[in-house]
C-alpha cells in the first residue's frame, strides 16, 4: 500500500498536480507575551490566517503551538500574523 501512495504521489508531481497538502505543526516563541491576555490577542491573530486548524498559545511557556495546513499557509505567514498583531515570534527549535 505504502508504494502505491508513493508512486502516485511522485506521479501527480511529476505531471503538474500539486502534491497532496500536509497538515503540520509549529511551536512559535512568542516572547513578548506579558500578562494572561496577550495568548487571547496572539490566538485571535493567528485563527484569521487561512489554513489555520489549531492554535493553543500559552502565556506560561510564552509559545503558540499551531496546526496548520501547509497548502494553505506557510510558517512566515503564522509570524507575519503574529507580529502585526504586536508580538512578533520565531519558531522554537
Known amino acids: 500500500m505504502n508504494i502505491l501512495v508513493g508512486t502516485l504521489g511522485l506521479a501527480l508531481a511529476c505531471c503538474g498536480v500539486p502534491a ?3 497538515t503540520k505543526t509549529v511551536t512559535l516563541s512568542v516572547p513578548g507575551m506579558t500578562c494572561a491576555a496577550c495568548p487571547i490577542t496572539v490566538k485571535k491573530a493567528l485563527d484569521k490566517v487561512e ?3 489549531t492554535v493553543e498559545a500559552s502565556y506560561e511557556k ?3 503551538v499551531v496546526t496548520f495546513d501547509d497548502a494553505k ?3 512566515k505567514d503564522l509570524m507575519e500574523a503574529t ?3 504586536g508580538y512578533p515570534a520565531t519558531v522554537k527549535r
Request: glycine share 6%; aromatic share 0%.
Open 20 to 22: 497532496l497538502a500536509a
Open 51 to 53: 489554513g489555520v486548524e
Open 62 to 64: 510564552k509559545e503558540a
Open 73 to 75: 499557509t506557510k510558517v
Open 83 to 85: 507580529k502585526n498583531a
